[in-house]
């Protein structure tokens, strides 16, 4: 007898040699490399090209390809005409939508070739970062501008937003790149697979992976923690807040729960480091201790069901940290997603493509006759 797997859990749609996770003990890897030791040790830029490679680059490698980054990061007129057309209030994920889609459409009679993809994966990061920078400028009242390369991805990117950056922040930015990176293939990823496996261009299964994105249920729950926190207001509110909301079932956790982890996110180890060290305003300090006594609370109320915290629940905030507003937090997810989105699309496409078309079962009514009259 035929039967669906709800929410596709527990089917396997491809092989990869990217992400491994293991969910029961809280372990992920980038091809092989634990993804904490990377966020300490290297740059968004080299383990993009692991991921995309298979190898970490050498110093020529990693010079060509950031050259090549930031040589693609001016955004084409149009693409600056569409961006100031949108209402500054626009939502940014939203806004990220309409550019990768407005920039697909120069992807004329595109056909996948090895060669070719592989060279536009750093272009296409390049212009991505531009973006972004430029959704948050536009949103926050400023000018649209072609962002000035510096060290590294991260450094280029913060300097677009705000100009100056500490060092301290240069590098939480550039380790929240690598951590979001990748993560297998959530719906956003699995997404950009359906329309890849069409053998559809790289910016249109970039644009479907944003807009499965944007969900609270994905990428949206950084956004929706954060807020979480501010409805609460202070360590001291936690309690009853959580009886009335949660415990009372009329709300989930935000930041907590994941379809594949039983215990804590490995990500988070990282995320809470530098939420630790960044967040030094009384605001942000008031914040923070509020997210720690309510992921007390959510573990004693949920661990024994292997429901634990999730990466989302501190990412926040280390972006508003940062400086970032919270409408931003999914857009940085999305900025952070790319390479990881492309090697997966590449990967498949190079070694298993086959079209992605499941099936439905058919509950609706027999066959029946339209009426004559
Ligand atoms: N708060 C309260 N209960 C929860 C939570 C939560 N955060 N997460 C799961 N549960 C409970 C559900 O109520 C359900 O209970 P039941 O069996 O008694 O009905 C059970 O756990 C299973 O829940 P499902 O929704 O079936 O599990 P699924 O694997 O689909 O859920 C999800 C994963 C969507 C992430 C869920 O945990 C959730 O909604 N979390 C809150 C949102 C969130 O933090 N999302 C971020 C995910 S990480 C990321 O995208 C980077």
Redesign the pocket.
């Known amino acids: 007898m035929e039967e669906i797997s709800p ?1 596709l ?1 527990n089917v396997y749609i491809k092989y990869t040699e990217l992400t491994y996770i293991d969910g029961n003990k809280g372990i992920m890897r980038y091809r092989g490399y634990d993804i904490n030791e990377l966020a300490q040790k290297s740059s968004f830029e080299a383990v993009s090209y692991l991921m995309l490679f298979g190898k970490f680059p050498d110093a020529a490698e990693l010079k060509e390809f950031r050259d090549v980054i930031n040589k693609n990061l001016p955004m084409p007129d149009y693409l600056k005409t569409i961006l100031k057309a949108l209402p500054e209030e626009s939502d940014a994920l939203g806004m990220l939508q309409t550019l990768l889609s407005a920039r697909a459409s120069e992807e004329l009679n595109y056909q996948y070739n090895r060669a070719n993809d592989r060279k536009k994966i750093p272009e296409m990061l390049g212009q991505v970062l531009s973006m972004v920078a430029n959704i948050y400028r536009v949103k926050s009242g400023n000018s649209i501008i072609d962002p000035e390369p510096h060290g590294t991805y991260a450094e280029t990117f913060l300097r677009a937003c705000f100009g100056d950056v500490a060092k301290d922040t240069v590098k939480a930015m550039d380790s929240a790149l690598i951590l979001y990176m990748d ?1 297998e293939i ?1 719906a956003s990823t699995t997404a950009a697979l359906v329309t890849a496996s069409t053998l559809s261009d790289m910016y249109s299964a970039l644009a479907s992976a944003v807009t499965a994105l944007r969900g ?4 949206g ?1 950084a956004e ?2 954060y807020r979480q926190f501010l409805e609460i207001g202070s360590p001291e509110n936690v309690d009853k807040w959580f009886n009335d909301n ?1 415990l009372s079932g009329k709300r ?8 594949v982890y039983r215990t804590y996110d490995p990500r988070l180890k990282t995320f809470k480091k530098y939420a630790d060290l960044l967040a030094t305003t009384e605001e942000l300090k008031n914040i923070l201790a509020t997210a720690k006594e309510l992921e007390q609370a959510g573990v004693k109320a ?1 661990g024994a ?1 292997g ?1 634990y915290t ?3 629940f501190y990412s926040g905030i280390v972006f508003r940290a940062m400086g970032f507003p919270v409408d931003m937090f999914t857009t940085l997810f999305g900025l952070s997603r790319v390479s990881g989105i492309l090697a997966h699309i590449t990967e498949y496409v190079e070694t298993q493509e086959r079209l992605i078309r499941p099936r439905a079962i058919y509950r609706g009514p027999e066959e029946r006759k339209l009426d004559n009259n």
């Open positions: 929410g859990e993560h959530p609270p249920l994905h990428g729950a929706g923690a949660i989930r956790l935000v930041g907590f729960g994941h379809r949920f069901r429901i999730n990466t989302d």
